[in-house]
């Protein structure tokens, strides 16, 4: 809801979890307020304590500022900077007007939230040197706020904008945490949370990718703030490139958070009449803990993000191969798995790398995207039938933005990738990166990925890249425009996957990055699943979809029963283990099926029964997170709440001896429902909730789990 007082000119943002207020003082917007839901927001009666009685501090400094700039008195992170034809950096917005759409209106060639029938506040800022404006959207979506920066150069003169953040906000105080998503390959988005100080806190990431390290995702959260209780204030960035976001203490003892494209990799020249969009953040407060704002999280991202007809879909059970055979396969391997697969109920068949070229390690081919005849005879119609013949789908693994030095496409356009004049080629897995910037490039991926998935009765893609950019340099752009390669890199990709996606609605695109390094709300968009990582560990998957699970839903990651031992960590753990982590998630095998025993072929079996029949729940159910494998935990628990079902998930790492029951408190509960789970054992609801569950139901022996499905019976109450 948007709220404006005209004559005083507060604008008041709200759901029924939240508001943001903003005013207008001397010229400046101010964000006075983002919190709890306000019944009044004249918070003008605030000003003061803002700027104190300072003396020799610039009152501008002490300010929050909706959109600080650096020249005039703020001496912050500047979230809009532009240099102007004299080399003069000094930039200050001063407030020219706003409009109130009644539509949110759509941000061009950029992923984006949408919500039929949702209001949009646009406020117009101008600098009076340069007439560069900037037009601040908000757009209440859900219980959260879609924010975003056009800058139009309405000027004579050329500005190099140097800052352009998408969002930025104040919050009391300054005794916060932060909490965000650090990672590596196959150790993404691990929680960490430190207390701010008296510091400025900053993530990003300058690889040309959201990437492992941080996800684009930064919460500041009050001390006593835990999983279901105390005040949240997060910005998740709809992006999937390079990103910057901050923390920071201001001298008015408040805090200014900020969140947007990443200074260090991006400049952009913006002409006389030009315009430029940032891409969107998404803001969410929750007073209910890290849960409250995941459960807004995911409740946007399942609803607003993604327009695949798959979104809403039942995600069909998938085998891939890569584990099974890396790139050693041919056609009668292939069929081997699959056989197993069909007589186990899978229904999806995925062909990972190898399938093209001359591709049988990674140093080649990435490019020449036809058959290799040598492994599959009857090309990829005659592999993708015979899967269809035995009742699965076909799905097939693409690496579309990369090029092999080693391929006839380099040979034929060796400055067709990412690279520096004079500069040696950086290769990252022997492989170097496409230049997305340029239209030539961008209709090539178009067209061979319309000519290969209109070949043959492919249903699925899995849309891979494997490495960061170095040499962000494009042939394609003049040396005043370098510092744009990245984003308009960016562009590029979402230009390609608009038009793939929407050529090739009934395929389900996975998107990938050496497992979850891209994992983020801009490849959502295009994308309604992603594979969250190259670690198939069923403990290090604990951690992982814990962490992912912060912002992302269920829905959205790809979780696959692996081999044991590991391949990446060499731990065994039984199958029913990795099946029970795995169905957290879009549950899938990845392994060689026709290996297996025969008992864990029953197992494999009883697991795919097992998902069919609460897939449903998993995938439209509300994920709530009950016990942290972080720290010294040596548990992990979750919940999915759906329609009258709780399937309550825990697992135990290492078996103890001789301990004390630990317990497992449910979350959400109708308090005088009867809960009944499969064997008949009925509970109340406030028990499950405040007595909780104790969880002396692990078998003997390390790394086990338990899955229990709990029925709400409205028509019983247990005795007082
Ligand atoms: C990285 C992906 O994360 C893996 O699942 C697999 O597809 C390999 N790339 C193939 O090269």
Redesign the pocket.
């Known amino acids: 809801m948007i709220r404006i007082d005209e004559e005083k000119l507060i604008f008041h943002l709200s759901s029924p979890a939240f508001s943001y207020v903003l005013a207008v003082e001397d010229g400046r917007l101010l964000n006075l307020y983002w919190g709890a839901p306000l019944s009044c927001a004249d918070l003008n009666y605030l000003l003061p304590s803002f700027t104190g009685g300072a003396s020799f501090e610039l009152r501008e400094n002490r300010l929050p500022l909706e959109l600080p700039s650096v020249g005039t008195g703020w001496y912050g992170e500047a979230a809009l900077q532009a240099e102007n034809g004299d080399g003069n950096c000094v930039t200050s917005p001063v407030y020219g007007g706003y409009k109130v759409l009644p539509h949110k209106p759509e941000l061009p060639g950029l992923p984006q939230v949408h919500q039929e029938g949702a209001e949009t506040l646009q406020i117009q800022l101008v600098d009076p040197l340069t007439q560069l404006e900037a037009v601040l959207s908000y757009t209440v979506i859900g219980d959260g706020l879609a924010r975003s920066m056009q800058l139009v150069n309405h000027g004579g003169q050329s500005l190099c904008i140097t800052h352009m953040a998408s969002a930025c906000a104040t919050l009391y105080g300054h005794d916060l945490e932060v909490v965000h998503l650090r990672g590596a390959h196959a150790r993404e988005r691990h929680v960490v949370r430190t207390p701010l100080g008296q510091a400025a806190y900053r993530i990003e990431s300058q690889r040309g990718a959201s990437g492992h390290e941080e996800n684009p995702f930064l919460a500041a959260v009050a001390p006593n703030a835990a999983e279901h209780s105390g005040d949240v204030w997060s910005m998740n960035l709809i992006y999937s490139g390079s990103f910057a976001a901050s923390c920071q203490v201001t001298p008015g003892e408040n805090t200014a958070m900020m969140i947007g494209l990443n200074p260090a990799t991006t400049r952009w020249l913006l002409e006389p009449g030009e315009t430029f969009c940032t891409p969107e953040a998404v803001l969410v407060y929750s007073e209910r803990g890290l849960n409250g704002m995941s459960h807004i999280y995911h409740h946007i991202y399942r609803h607003c993000l993604c327009r695949s007809p798959w979104n809403d879909r039942q995600r069909p059970i998938l085998i891939?191969n890569?584990e099974a055979t890396y790139f050693n396969f041919n056609e009668d391997k292939i069929l081997d798995i699959a056989r197993t697969a069909a007589s186990l109920g899978i229904e999806l068949f995925v062909l990972?790398?190898?399938w093209f070229g001359q591709r049988d390690d990674?140093h080649r081919s990435l490019g020449d995207w036809y058959v290799n005849a040598r492994k599959l005879p009857h090309g990829l119609k005659g592999i993708a039938e015979k899967i269809n013949a035995l009742g699965l789908q076909f799905g097939l693994?693409f690496?579309p933005e990369m090029i092999s030095p080693d391929s006839d496409l380099y040979r034929a356009h060796p400055d067709w990738c990412l690279h520096a004049p004079g500069r040696p080629r950086t290769e990252a897995r022997h492989q170097l990166i496409l230049d997305l910037t340029r239209p030539d490039v961008q209709n090539f991926i178009i067209q061979m990925l319309t000519e290969t998935l209109s070949s043959a009765p492919i249903s699925y893609v899995?849309w891979?890249m494997?490495r960061n950019m170095t040499e962000a340099f494009s042939a394609f752009l003049p040396a005043n425009r370098q510092m744009e390669t990245q984003h308009r890199y960016m562009l590029g990709l979402y230009h390609i996957l608009e038009e793939v996606t929407t050529s090739f609605p009934e395929v389900l695109f996975e998107s990938?990055?050496?497992?979850g390094g891209r994992f983020d709300a801009g490849m959502l968009y295009y994308m309604p699943q992603t594979?969250t990582s190259?670690d198939t560990d069923a403990i290090e998957r604990l951690k992982i979809q814990y962490g992912t699970s912060f912002v992302y839903p269920a829905a959205a990651m790809g979780a696959h029963i692996s081999a044991s031992p590991n391949h990446q960590v060499g731990r065994h753990t039984s199958m029913q283990m990795r099946g029970d982590v795995a169905l957290g998630g879009n549950f899938g095998f990845?392994l060689d099926l026709s290996r297996l025993s025969a008992e864990d072929l029953v197992t494999a079996k009883s697991m795919v029964e097992k998902v069919k029949r609460l897939r449903h729940i998993t995938q439209n159910g509300e994920f709530t997170r009950l016990i942290s494998p972080f720290g010294d935990s040596n548990y992990a628990a979750w919940q999915f709440t759906h329609e009258n079902q709780v399937l309550l998930c825990c697992y135990r790492k290492l078996n103890e001896p001789n301990p004390c029951a630990a317990r497992v408190f449910l979350q959400g509960l109708r308090p005088e429902a009867a809960y009944i789970d499969e064997d008949g054992h009925a509970y109340s609801g406030s028990a499950l909730m405040h007595a909780g569950l104790p969880m002396n139901f692990f078998p003997r022996q390390d790394f086990t789990s338990r899955v229990i499905l709990f029925t709400r019976q409205s028509e019983r109450k247990l005795p007082s």
């Open positions: 891939n890569w990972d790398d190898g990674d693994w690496e899995k891979d494997n990938c990055s050496g497992g594979w190259d990845e």
